[in-house]
């Protein structure tokens, strides 16, 4: 079935040139960008789209990241797109993502790991209402 989900592709990403590469990962893959927008996340967005992360420790540098500059954000679609987009990142951590995948061959870290997907049909309705409210 064709769904949708909601992707950045992260501050590091945008700063290391790899837009180019990753958005034409995912339109070579069969998938449709049906929205795309260069923006630079705020605080209270930050929290907002990690809801579920906000008390963790991990938590203070991954919201001064992904707020230190723009990111794009990207609603695709396509059949299966949400477990599709997934299995193409790769495992949160760069250092341990397979090869193949966007983190494995592009990142080497468990933070700036280039890019978020939406991880179940629930959160990617939930982020798409924060991100794209009149999509
Ligand atoms: P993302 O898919 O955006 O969802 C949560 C983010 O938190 C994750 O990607 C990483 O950027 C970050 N993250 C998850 N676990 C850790 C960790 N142990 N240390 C640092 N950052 C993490």
Redesign the pocket.
């Given at each position: 079935t064709t769904e949708r989900s909601l992707v950045?592709i992260?501050p590091d990403a945008v700063r290391r040139g790899l837009l180019g590469e990753i958005l034409s990962r995912f339109e070579r893959k069969g998938l449709v960008i049906e929205a795309l927008e260069l923006r630079t996340m705020d605080a209270s967005l930050a929290d907002a789209h990690?809801a579920e992360?906000v008390d963790k420790a991990?938590y203070p540098?991954?919201k001064d990241?992904m707020t230190s500059g723009p990111l794009a954000a990207l609603v695709l679609s396509g059949d299966s797109v949400i477990e599709v987009v997934r299995a193409m990142i790769g495992a949160?951590d760069g250092r341990k993502a397979a090869a193949g995948t966007i983190r494995g061959d592009l990142a080497l870290s468990?933070?700036?790991?280039l890019v978020?997907?939406s991880d179940s049909p629930e959160s990617a309705e939930r982020e798409l209402a924060l991100w794209f409210p009149k999509i």
């Open positions: 950045l992260k990690y992360h991990f540098p991954l990241f949160t468990n933070r700036e790991n978020h997907a």
